[in-house]
């Protein structure tokens, strides 16, 4: 295994163990509350999401096929923060897998029935999924601030640019 697939992984990892962590602190309530800043989405469908765009990788590696669109769509991970809480070390550990091709099936069109296919790779999509977590996570960010007095970390939803940029900015 390459030293950048690697650093993904780990860069994962560390993204999930902190999303981990906060939800922990969140009870169910908290967890499954519309919130009107997420235009009533709750934080935990915005957990379940992540989780599902790391299980649709996973589950295209083996057949060469991604499609995010696929998805299940879990009620039981949107509203249980323990269930989830359990799922998120699997998905890392799903990733510790050598890069391979992949093609990533998409529909950008709601009126075109069939699926664009896009050349990609395992690396560019364990990529793609980080900075989609990382998206997700400063939503929740949002979420977590309105319904919880839970103090998040300072990079919780911050790409690892902008942390490196702002410690540079404060030197």
């Given at each position: 295994?390459?030293?950048?697939?690697?650093?993904?992984?780990?860069?994962?990892?560390?993204?999930?163990?902190?999303?981990?962590?906060?939800?922990?602190?969140?009870?169910?309530?908290?967890?499954?509350?519309?919130?009107?800043?997420?235009?009533?989405?709750?934080?935990?469908?915005?957990?379940?999401?992540?989780?599902?765009?790391?299980?649709?990788?996973?589950?295209?590696?083996?057949?060469?096929?991604i499609?995010y669109e696929?998805?299940?769509?879990?009620?039981?991970?949107?509203?249980?923060?323990?269930?989830a809480?359990l799922?998120?070390?699997?998905?890392?550990?799903?990733?510790?897998?050598?890069?391979?091709?992949?093609?990533?099936?998409?529909?950008y069109?709601?009126?075109?029935?069939?699926?664009?296919?896009?050349?990609?790779?395992?690396?560019?999509?364990?990529a793609?999924?980080?900075?989609?977590?990382i998206?997700?996570?400063?939503?929740?960010?949002?979420g977590?601030?309105?319904?919880?007095?839970?103090?998040?970390?300072?990079?919780?939803?911050?790409?690892?640019?902008?942390?490196?940029?702002?410690?540079?900015?404060?030197?």
């Amino acid at each position: 295994m390459n030293s950048g697939t690697h650093q993904l992984q780990h860069a994962v990892k560390t993204v999930l163990v902190q999303l981990s962590a906060t939800i922990s602190e969140l009870t169910m309530e908290e967890y499954g509350q519309p919130c009107s800043n997420l235009f009533g989405n709750t934080i935990g469908q915005h957990v379940r999401h992540i989780i599902e765009l790391f299980q649709c990788l996973e589950k295209g590696y083996d057949s060469g096929i991604i499609n995010y669109e696929k998805r299940n769509r879990d009620k039981l991970i949107e509203t249980d923060p323990k269930l989830a809480c359990l799922m998120l070390p699997e998905i890392h550990t799903a990733l510790v897998k050598p890069n391979r091709d992949l093609i990533l099936e998409a529909s950008y069109d709601e009126h075109n029935q069939g699926y664009l296919q896009i050349h990609t790779n395992f690396e560019r999509e364990i990529a793609y999924n980080l900075e989609h977590t990382i998206h997700h996570m400063a939503l929740i960010r949002v979420g977590v601030t309105e319904v919880s007095a839970l103090t998040l970390p300072e990079e919780f939803g911050v790409a690892p640019s902008t942390v490196k940029y702002r410690k540079a900015c404060a030197q």
